[in-house]
């Protein structure tokens, strides 16, 4: 048993955080939360304790929604929107992942920048190249952080070099399955990149994957208009966007991810309701490209699970912390657009997205309750001038003030995790 003194915060619920002034949370061997404790009980009195003094312990980032061999271009491009943006600077950066040297200096700079900012389980698009994808998760692997890594499809509205045929995306995605074989904190998961760059026959080939071997699934959805103009022109039998996927079984037939749905509303999110469909809300993306505003409010009124995405290199900061502050701020664009109709988020619900709701996607993660993995973060807030704010104001500080220099410690699944080599 491993014992953590801190000031501990965490939200079993949205609606707020549960704080511990000087509180003890007991790990187990399997790096499970046993309990969460004002005082220590009698039983574990005799325990060693690590004792963090006035930092605070909160549970650790989630990322769903991030493409790694976007890494090298994050902060750059931002004056296109999407369509141009892919096919100018995205699918020819994406394409050096052929070349698996290249691929290694860049995914070990950007598994140990995820490390570095507090995420530590990922959802990551790849590329279509097999070698360089299994290395992803290997990284992964090594450095004790939990990810899905997705072998993307796209034979279609593709560069020549970056296209994969409907027979190569199936042996290349069995061979990746069968190199995570026996694991379970890196994981595959099924990548169609979206509609417009696969064919029908590779979205059958991607639904009998799903279906075959039960792996979750990741994609984009109603990002843009002119993808969704451009969806309705090659799939005019589906009554919408996300219908295009549910036809072909990659809607919620398994565990499934789509990215931005800025655009959803009507028939598409009364099929997202139903089949429970995960929203990933990546809204620095979807400013850079000027895409639109998800309308979050509406999804978790409508019981649709939403969580939270840097979208690399769409988004420009790996930080999830960063997400936070702009799902806050366009939450309360939506509000002033709908004239008060859409109350905007509060930091925990916020907060919530980004550890128990995208967490849940991996299992029992992003919460300190009992039976949960112990993901956590220790954050050394002491230089952002903390004296008389209560801990949850020290917490909205360091979200909107802090970085990466602040936290002091990382866990994955109860296991401290170190920087890894670069």
Same mark, same amino acid.
């Given at each position: 048993?491993?014992?953590?003194?801190? #000031?501990?915060?965490?939200?079993?619920?949205?609606?707020?955080?549960?704080?511990?002034?000087?509180?003890?949370?007991?790990? $187990?061997?399997?790096?499970?939360?046993? %309990?969460?404790?004002?005082?220590?009980?009698?039983?574990?009195?005799?325990?060693?304790?690590?004792?963090?003094?006035?930092?605070?312990?909160?549970?650790?980032?989630?990322?769903?929604?991030?493409?790694?061999?976007?890494?090298?271009?994050?902060?750059?491009?931002?004056?296109?929107?999407?369509?141009?943006?892919?096919?100018?600077?995205?699918?020819?950066?994406?394409?050096?992942?052929?070349?698996?040297?290249?691929?290694?200096?860049?995914?070990?700079?950007?598994?140990?920048?995820?490390?570095?900012? %507090?995420?530590?389980?990922?959802?990551?698009?790849?590329?279509?190249?097999?070698?360089?994808?299994?290395?992803?998760?290997?990284?992964?692997?090594?450095?004790?952080?939990?990810?899905?890594?997705?072998?993307?499809?796209?034979?279609? #509205?593709?560069?020549?070099?970056?296209? #994969?045929?409907?027979?190569?995306?199936?042996? $290349?995605?069995?061979?990746?399955?069968?190199?995570?074989?026996?694991? $379970?904190?890196?994981?595959?998961?099924?990548?169609?990149?979206?509609?417009?760059?696969?064919?029908?026959?590779?979205?059958?080939?991607?639904?009998?994957?799903?279906?075959?071997?039960?792996?979750?699934?990741?994609?984009?959805?109603?990002?843009?208009?002119?993808?969704?103009?451009?969806?309705?022109?090659?799939?005019?039998?589906?009554?919408?966007?996300?219908?295009?996927?549910?036809?072909?079984?990659?809607?919620?037939?398994?565990?499934?991810?789509?990215?931005?749905?800025?655009?959803?509303?009507?028939?598409?999110?009364?099929?997202?309701?139903?089949?429970?469909?995960?929203?990933?809300?990546?809204?620095?993306?979807?400013?850079?490209?000027?895409?639109?505003?998800?309308?979050?409010?509406?999804?978790?009124?409508?019981?649709?699970?939403?969580?939270?995405?840097?979208?690399?290199?769409?988004?420009?900061?790996?930080?999830?912390?960063?997400?936070?502050?702009?799902?806050?701020?366009?939450?309360?664009?939506?509000?002033?657009?709908?004239?008060?109709?859409?109350?905007?988020?509060?930091?925990?619900?916020?907060?919530?997205?980004?550890?128990?709701?995208?967490?849940?996607?991996?299992?029992?993660?992003?919460?300190?309750?009992?039976?949960?993995?112990?993901?956590?973060?220790?954050?050394?807030?002491?230089?952002?001038?903390?004296?008389?704010?209560?801990?949850?104001?020290?917490?909205?500080?360091?979200?909107?003030?802090?970085? $990466?220099?602040?936290?002091?410690?990382?866990?994955?699944?109860?296991?401290?995790?170190?920087?890894?080599?670069?």
């Amino acid at each position: 048993m491993k014992i953590y003194r801190a #000031n501990i915060l965490f939200t079993p619920t949205p609606k707020a955080f549960e704080v511990i002034e000087h509180g003890y949370v007991a790990v $187990d061997e399997k790096g499970l939360v046993q %309990g969460v404790y004002q005082q220590l009980p009698d039983s574990l009195q005799a325990e060693p304790v690590v004792d963090f003094g006035d930092k605070l312990l909160i549970p650790a980032m989630c990322d769903l929604h991030v493409h790694a061999p976007q890494y090298r271009n994050q902060g750059i491009a931002m004056d296109l929107e999407l369509l141009p943006w892919l096919n100018t600077y995205t699918f020819p950066e994406e394409s050096k992942y052929k070349d698996i040297r290249y691929a290694e200096k860049m995914y070990r700079r950007f598994v140990r920048d995820l490390w570095r900012v %507090g995420t530590m389980r990922t959802v990551a698009f790849a590329t279509i190249h097999r070698e360089a994808s299994c290395l992803l998760a290997d990284l992964f692997k090594q450095a004790g952080m939990g990810a899905m890594v997705g072998l993307v499809g796209m034979n279609r #509205n593709s560069p020549d070099t970056l296209s #994969n045929s409907v027979d190569e995306m199936v042996r $290349d995605q069995k061979a990746l399955i069968e190199h995570l074989q026996g694991q $379970d904190l890196v994981r595959p998961i099924l990548t169609p990149r979206f509609v417009p760059s696969c064919t029908p026959e590779m979205l059958t080939a991607y639904g009998k994957l799903a279906k075959e071997y039960n792996l979750p699934v990741q994609s984009h959805l109603s990002e843009n208009r002119s993808e969704i103009a451009w969806v309705k022109e090659l799939e005019p039998e589906s009554t919408c966007y996300g219908d295009a996927y549910l036809r072909y079984g990659l809607f919620g037939q398994t565990p499934t991810l789509m990215a931005h749905c800025c655009y959803t509303a009507g028939e598409e999110l009364r099929l997202m309701k139903k089949h429970q469909v995960f929203v990933v809300h990546c809204p620095t993306s979807n400013c850079n490209l000027a895409s639109g505003m998800a309308p979050i409010r509406t999804f978790l009124n409508e019981g649709v699970p939403v969580a939270l995405g840097s979208d690399i290199s769409g988004g420009h900061h790996l930080s999830i912390f960063q997400v936070i502050q702009y799902t806050l701020q366009i939450s309360k664009l939506k509000y002033a657009d709908s004239q008060g109709q859409l109350p905007f988020l509060t930091l925990s619900e916020a907060f919530y997205l980004a550890t128990k709701s995208g967490g849940s996607f991996f299992g029992k993660v992003g919460s300190f309750e009992p039976g949960y993995e112990f993901d956590a973060l220790v954050i050394d807030d002491n230089d952002l001038h903390i004296d008389n704010y209560d801990l949850p104001h020290r917490l909205e500080r360091y979200t909107y003030l802090g970085d $990466d220099r602040q936290i002091v410690k990382r866990f994955c699944r109860g296991q401290e995790v170190e920087e890894p080599r670069v």
